[in-house]
Each structure stands twice: as C-alpha cells, then as structure tokens.
C-alpha cells in the first residue's frame, strides 16, 4: 500500500474550529494549511485602506488588479502567514473592523472569482487542507475528502470571543455574538456561492469534542481515502 495525496476541504460557519483542525491536520500529516478566510480578509483590509466601495463594480475590478497575495510559512508558528503585496497583514486581518466587513466584501462576485481562481492553482499539486465556506462545493468539488463543520452557537462565540480578547482587551461578547450571527446570515443567504454543505461532506459536529479527538477521527479519514493498492 502506498499513501497519495488529496485535498481535504473542511467548510463550515465561522469560529467553529475549521482552522484549528486545519492546522493542526496539515502538520501532521505534512500537507499544506490554506485559510481562504484570510484571503477575503486580506481583500477587505486592502479595501478599508483604500476607501474601495465594494459595491462599485469598477472600483472592485480595478483595486483587485493591484492586489497581490502569497502563504509565506512561517516556521515559528509552523504555518502560513498571508502577505498583500508583500506585507505580512495576519494580524491587521483579525481587526473587528475587518471582521465587520468580510462577509458583504465575500459576497461580491468579482471578489469571489478572484480568490477562488487562487485557491483553485494552490491545489494544483493537492497534498493541501483548505478551509472556508465553499470550499468543498465550489473550490474543489472532486475533493478526495470533505468535512462540514458545526458546534453549538454559544460555543463558537466563546471560542471567538478569547481568541479576540488577546488582542483587544476592550471586546464584549455582545459585540462577538452580533458579529458571528450577522456573518452566518450573510455567509449562508449571499447568492454567489453561499455556504452550504456539499452532498458529499461528512458533518462533524465538536461542541462537545476535544481537539485530539477531532483530530484522530479525521486522520482516520484522511488514512482511508489516501491509501490506494500500490
Ligand atoms: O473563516 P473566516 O471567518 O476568517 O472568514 C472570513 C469571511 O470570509 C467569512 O465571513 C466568509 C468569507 N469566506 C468566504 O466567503 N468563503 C471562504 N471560502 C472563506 C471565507
């Protein structure tokens, strides 16, 4: 027997432990890790910067012509950092602000070609975890392996809120829970690809699963459709 490599696509809402997975598979397992969502959130930062108005057809076209994005692995935190136009922005991508605007700048379907066209060359060679919103539906639907991750909503604002209290002190969980609700809603009723599970995507629901747990189910998954008879 001898191991090929896939793609694993692993979509789902927001803060539901996609990346955390992600990362944590593709190091195992020696694939690389591709966040989707830093890339539509790079694309909102430039636009914030900028005073891009995403609902300008030519504005968009024309800012999305002067952005460049790259992964750069960064092997302190053993995976990628994402650069616009050769700045490493993985923090500035996390702002509230940011936040704020992601998911109507996500919803554009210049914005959308764009990135997806990126996504689609970096799995060329495949060996890649990808997560996001579409991607096992849109991005790579003959994925070899596809996950739809769901948690509790009260745990996903909780996940969400301490992992932005480390860097904003000031944010209140109001604020979080608002913010995870309005980006479910626009996310899953957008009309250029929204979220949606795959047919063919197993559901994984970790509310209540510990990481290694998750982890080794998906492992196990990742062994049964990599194996083929040599
Ligand atoms: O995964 P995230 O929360 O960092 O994603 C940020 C936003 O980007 C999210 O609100 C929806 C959008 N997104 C998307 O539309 N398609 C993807 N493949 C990934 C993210």
């Not at 997560?131 to 596809?146: H, W």
């Not at 209140?172 to 980006?183: F, G, P, Q």
Request: charged content about 25%; aromatic content about 6%; overall charge neutral.
């Amino acid at each position: 027997m001898s191991a090929n490599k896939i793609i694993v696509a692993i979509d789902g809402f927001s803060s539901c432990g996609k990346s955390t997975l992600a990362k944590q598979l593709a190091a195992r397992i020696g694939y690389n890790y591709i966040d989707s969502g830093a890339m539509y959130r790079a694309i909102t930062l430039y636009f914030l910067r900028n005073g891009v108005n995403y609902n300008n057809h030519d504005e968009v076209v024309a800012a999305l012509a002067d952005i460049h994005l790259t992964f750069v692995f960064n092997e302190h935190a053993k995976s990628s950092d994402i650069h616009l136009n050769d700045e490493d922005v993985s923090l500035p991508i996390r702002d509230m602000l940011v936040a704020e605007k992601v998911s109507p700048v996500a919803a554009v379907k210049e914005v959308r070609k764009f990135a997806v066209a990126q996504q689609q060359k970096l799995g060329r060679k495949k060996g890649i975890v990808m997560d996001g919103r579409d991607i096992g539906s849109v991005v790579f639907p003959d994925a070899e392996l596809k996950i739809f991750m769901v948690a509790d909503p009260a745990v996903r604002v909780m996940r969400r809120f301490k992992e932005m209290y480390a860097t904003n002190p000031h944010i209140t969980i109001d604020e979080v829970r608002h913010n995870l609700e309005l980006r479910d809603y626009i996310d899953s009723t957008r009309e250029e690809s929204p979220l949606r599970q795959a047919a063919d995507a197993i559901l994984l629901d970790n509310s209540s699963m510990s990481r290694e747990e998750q982890l080794d189910k998906v492992i196990g998954w990742v062994k049964e459709r990599s194996m083929v008879s040599a």
